[in-house]
């Protein structure tokens, strides 16, 4: 098994997964989150959803979040991201909005953060593992 | 640097590390959260909490809970860990229970699960880097 590294190179592979996240909250941006998680879920994905029970599965989180409003609004944006000396193990977290939509007007804004942990899947893609969020204080 | 390994070896490890967690929460049992998390976070942890600011650093993070009540526990039961190829980093998830006491009489307990993201540190101790946790429904 191939690892790595010095600093430099594992500060190169952290930055790349906070590019992979960025590029993960532009798509939730673009198609929508129920979407875009289907395209960045690990296929054994476990979502932790603040209130709820534990989902595992990328296809059972897909049926479930399919049930909300598509107009509805999840952006984010990664603070931190390191990833393991060996490089398939990493994880991120940030800050995310989520803006309830009505009639093309921002009904609601609720704040939170995230911690996602990431995995390289077999084509060295970048996969959300586990996400995890909750809420957080609204900025003044 | 040493690297590993065969499956065999990474569960082995992975079960390592879900023993080092419900070590953990024994001893937040016998010694109380606060006591606990100052022994098993990483210096530089990072704590975020449901429906708070983050918090960075064990000390900072020490300060802030030593401000709630010490008769009041908190206990959680890993359910699963993994831990990266090259064996520095990994992460376990769970479920919790946080109990309010008062005059030695459990007055309410509220259900939740947690994500941590786990490094060894110079002493290749297991000490908790980023810990996160939100509400579950409580059981009936």
């Not at 995995?119 to 593992?129: G, P």
Request: proline residues 4%; charged residues 30%; contains cysteine.
């Amino acid at each position: 098994m191939s690892s790595c590294c010095n600093q430099e190179e594992r500060a190169d592979k952290a930055t790349k997964l906070l590019d992979t996240d960025r590029a993960f909250s532009a798509r939730s941006v673009e198609v929508g989150a129920v979407q875009a998680f289907h395209e960045f879920l690990a296929e054994d994905a476990l979502m932790l959803n603040d209130g709820g029970q534990p989902v595992t599965g990328r296809e059972t989180i897909f049926e479930r979040m399919s049930k909300g409003s598509p107009d509805n609004v999840l952006i984010w944006e990664p603070q931190r991201a390191e990833v393991a000396k060996s490089g398939e193990l990493g994880w991120t977290w940030g800050t995310f909005e989520y803006r309830v939509i009505e009639s093309d007007t921002v009904k609601s804004v609720s704040h939170g953060k995230y911690l996602n942990v990431w995995r390289k899947d077999a084509s060295e893609n970048w996969k959300v593992l586990v996400d995890m969020g909750n809420s957080s204080p609204t900025p003044e």
